[in-house]
């Protein structure tokens, strides 16, 4: 398999430690509020390279970390820990926001066809693993503590920037945003690897260390996680591209600093799913979440399908008129499959093994998942027998993972769904200018569609009676 690899910059060929075998570790979701779809965009990009290694030969472990303390608002270690704001918005104890949050981004995973990983691992578990590999760098001195925390220093590595074209300079307070002045480090660029002195008094959580009382950086929460389960030798390391720098810069030289050796060869990453203003966040705009999208009336695997539709190397805009076209393609694509009934006739053993190896010479040419789904359009359109098609769909879908031979209950089809869009947007509009006799007529006509309103704090969600 040829993949991109952030660390050398080119598409390389993936050559794990132990033939035939791969360990994968994947960053997990900060569970302080819902993942919105951009977010679940990098985990889709992961579950489609675990199941397109499988589909190749591979075995593969991976291993996931949920991050439940230590991520600060900024990836710099400054700003508020974002599970205390969370808990402080719902007023709720972190590890309440930690579970619900955690379960919810399952939920998500599930509806997207995203398989759980190996190992799941929360940050607060592994408190031990960070001592014990903070210690061990205090002690090579590739550590130092000051002002109560202790941080990694960065002067002790010859190449801190290998994974980006980052400059120390880059790092002076106030060239990069969300970088404050943290008078106790040495270097700007060092981080911080527990913390002791949280400016939060009421930080929630906090363990027993050599140093006081504290609690974990963010970025070592990683690194004790990965190399507690999968081990000192790393084939492939994915995250989000906003990963790049600081968080994955960071974990290379946490890790190879205590291990003193090479860590992961092969650092993969997602691109983002834009929107129409920029990058996509939980603050700003509507927050984009898979159940938004439901109460819309999308199927989420529509989204799995848009995502597959485009490379993962290149950003992704979102529009519900992107979303529209591929819940029609989508839908198309299930309706042809629903067609196709199976027959008494041989499998087409020649025509499986043709296939299959177009099939998976797409996925080995740096995931191309779009060609992959071409190539499941050559197979429908083709002139081979329904039970051939039907061997092949299933072996595709094991890694597409889009339900394609699963009879869905009824969906709502796509001219249907901007039909009620724009009568729903009509009816706001009425709304706005204190027409409510409009409005409300507008709410009949759906109602004679068969689509009931409601309107919520996220805007008007509609559901078929
Ligand atoms: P977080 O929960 O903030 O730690 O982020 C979870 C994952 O989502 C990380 O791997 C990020 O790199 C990724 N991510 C954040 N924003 C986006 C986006 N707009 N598009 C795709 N992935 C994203
Ligand atoms: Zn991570």
């Not at 969300?178 to 959580?205: C, H």
């Not at 020649?350 to 779009?370: A, G, M, V």
């Not at 969906?411 to 947007?425: A, F, T």
Request: glycine residues 6%.
């Amino acid at each position: 398999m040829k993949i991109y690899n952030t660390l050398n910059k080119r598409v390389e060929e993936l050559i794990p430690n132990e033939p035939g075998k791969i360990k994968m570790y994947t960053c997990g979701p900060t569970v302080y509020h819902y993942a919105h779809i951009g977010n679940l965009r990098t985990y889709i990009f992961e579950d489609i390279l675990e199941k397109a290694l499988k589909y190749i030969g591979y075995e593969v472990t991976r291993c996931m970390n949920i991050t439940d303390v230590g991520h600060l608002t900024s990836d710099s270690d400054s700003g508020e820990d974002k599970m205390l704001k969370g808990a402080r918005r719902e007023h709720k104890t972190v590890l309440e926001i930690a579970d619900y949050y955690t379960q919810e981004f399952k939920n998500d995973c599930e509806k997207l066809n995203i398989r759980w990983p190996d190992i799941v691992s929360p940050a607060t578990q592994n408190i031990d693993e960070y001592i014990k590999i903070i210690e061990k760098l205090l002690e090579k001195g590739l550590a130092y503590i000051s002002g109560g925390n202790v941080y990694y220093d960065t002067s002790k590595l010859e190449d801190y920037y290998v994974l980006t074209n980052h400059k120390e300079d880059e790092m002076v307070v106030g060239a990069r945003e969300g970088v404050e002045q943290d008078l106790s480090k040495k270097n700007q660029a060092d981080f911080v690897l527990w913390f002791t002195k949280s400016k939060f008094e009421d930080q929630e959580l906090k363990w027993e260390s050599p140093w006081g009382l504290g609690y974990p950086g963010w970025h070592i929460e990683c690194s004790g996680i990965a190399l507690k389960y999968l081990g000192e030798h790393l084939d492939i390391h994915c995250g989000g591209v906003d990963n790049i720098f600081p968080h994955h810069t960071n974990e290379i030289a946490q890790s190879e600093g205590y291990l003193g050796h090479k860590w992961c060869n092969y650092w993969v990453h997602g691109e983002h799913l834009n929107d129409l203003n920029g990058k996509m966040s939980k603050s700003k705009g509507e927050f984009l979440t898979v159940s938004l999208l439901e109460e819309k009336g999308y199927s989420p695997l529509a989204y799995r399908y848009l995502c597959l539709k485009s490379y993962y190397h290149n950003v992704l805009t979102f529009s519900y008129d992107i979303l529209d076209g591929a819940q029609n393609e989508y839908n198309k694509l299930k309706n042809k499959i629903k067609n196709i009934t199976a027959d008494k006739e041989e499998i087409q053993k020649e025509e499986i093994e043709k296939y299959n190896n177009k099939f998976k010479e797409s996925l080995e040419n740096d995931l191309n998942t779009s060609m992959a789904l071409t190539t499941l359009y050559d197979v429908l359109k083709d002139n081979i027998n329904n039970n051939t098609k039907l061997e092949l769909i299933k072996m595709f879908d094991e890694v597409l993972s889009l339900d394609l031979l699963k009879e869905e209950k009824q969906e709502i089809d796509s001219e249907l769904l901007s039909k009620i869009n724009e009568l729903i947007e009509k009816r706001n509009e009425a709304k706005k200018n204190r027409n409510y006799e409009e409005a409300d007529n507008i709410r009949n006509q759906l109602l004679e569609m068969n689509i009931i309103i409601k309107d919520t704090r996220e805007g008007t969600v509609f559901e078929k009676k």
